[in-house]
């Protein structure tokens, strides 16, 4: 492996329920992040049939922020502080769950009974320890306000933190960055190296760094100080991420991400006694899972 690379990582399979199949890429048992990134589910490109909307019941979340950007279709985002928000492709959805919120994401109503193509990403940024407890929040930025821009021939958008120069207007508590390109034949596009931690994943095309071939549904992760070219040998479309690392230890268990073990059983038990506000006119929710699961570290640095 190239000296510049620091890991690879393939996602696995990954049922949402009811069918809804996912590549989940982060978290993996390395334990590693990137910048703040956590977690990082691909789902599509795939098409919903009219009798399969998609309904991720209500659940939980705490110590973290929710990120969701679609290239196809339309997903209808609900929480209790009230949200209701139908996002689409181009958009950000920024949910802050600090210490503690709960959201549904499904198929809109006037989308049901439709078929529907779906192509999207959900992050996951661990918030800063000073913001861990932070109250919860959401906000929605739409695609045109998203800094657009050519790079290296690459034609770029900065969905989130600061790159080549732009910052996305979306709020950030971390240092980060989050970049959308698409990349002609024959064009190299250079990572940004003011941020620590840095990754490339592919969605389309072929790319190659330092003779290294970038495979489909990979992400790639470059190692720190490392100068980055992005080669496309075909028209490609690829997503750049990372920044400063975690400030500290984070464990990951479920839904719920916390700088302690002890925060975790916390939001567990404060979830099986229904101690969280819901989203209103909503009864369904997603049980806390009884399935063995354990508790992932992911280490700073």
Do not use: C
């Given at each position: 492996?190239?000296?510049?690379?620091?890991?690879?990582?393939?996602?696995?399979?990954?049922?949402?329920?009811?069918?809804?199949?996912?590549?989940?890429?982060?978290?993996?048992?390395?334990?590693?992040?990137?910048?703040?990134?956590?977690?990082?589910?691909?789902?599509?490109?795939?098409?919903?049939?009219?009798?399969?909307?998609?309904?991720?019941?209500?659940?939980?979340?705490?110590?973290?922020?929710?990120?969701?950007?679609?290239?196809?279709?339309r997903i209808e985002h609900k929480d209790a502080l009230g949200n209701t928000q139908v996002i689409e492709p181009g958009a950000v959805n920024w949910m802050t769950a600090g210490r503690g919120i709960v959201h549904s994401e499904r198929t809109a109503a006037e989308d049901r009974g439709h078929a529907q193509s779906l192509h999207g990403l959900q992050l996951w940024v661990a918030l800063p320890l000073e913001h861990e407890r932070i109250?919860?929040?959401?906000?929605?930025?739409?695609?045109?306000?998203?800094?657009?821009?050519?790079?290296?021939?690459?034609?770029?958008?900065?969905?989130?933190?600061?790159?080549?120069?732009?910052?996305?207007?979306?709020?950030?508590?971390?240092?980060?960055?989050?970049v959308d390109a698409r990349m002609p034949k024959g064009k190299a596009l250079h990572v940004p190296d003011e941020h620590v931690q840095r990754a490339a994943y592919l969605l389309e095309g072929d790319m190659r760094v330092d003779g290294e071939s970038l495979q489909l549904g990979e992400l790639m992760v470059f190692r720190p100080g490392a100068k980055i070219a992005l080669g496309a040998s075909v028209d490609s479309h690829v997503v750049l991420l990372g920044g400063a690392p975690l400030d500290a230890p984070r464990y990951l268990w479920w839904n719920f991400v916390a700088s302690s073990e002890a925060a975790l059983e916390e939001a567990r038990q404060a979830w099986r006694e229904q101690r969280y506000a819901m989203v209103e006119g909503d009864a369904e929710f997603i049980p806390l899972p009884d399935d063995g699961r354990l508790t992932l570290r992911l280490e700073a640095g």
């Open positions: 492996m190239s000296t510049l690379i620091r890991e690879r990582l393939k996602g696995q399979s990954h049922d949402l329920g009811d069918g809804l199949m996912i590549r989940r890429v982060l978290p993996t048992p390395s334990g590693h992040a990137i910048g703040p990134f956590i977690f990082m589910d691909h789902f599509g490109p795939l098409t919903l049939p009219a009798t399969k909307p998609m309904d991720v019941r209500p659940h939980p979340h705490i110590g973290l922020a929710t990120v969701t950007y679609l290239w196809q279709g109250a919860p929040s959401f906000e929605h930025t739409d695609a045109s306000a998203l800094p657009e821009l050519s790079v290296d021939g690459a034609s770029v958008r900065v969905i989130a933190g600061t790159a080549y120069g732009a910052r996305s207007p979306v709020s950030t508590l971390s240092k980060l960055f989050y």
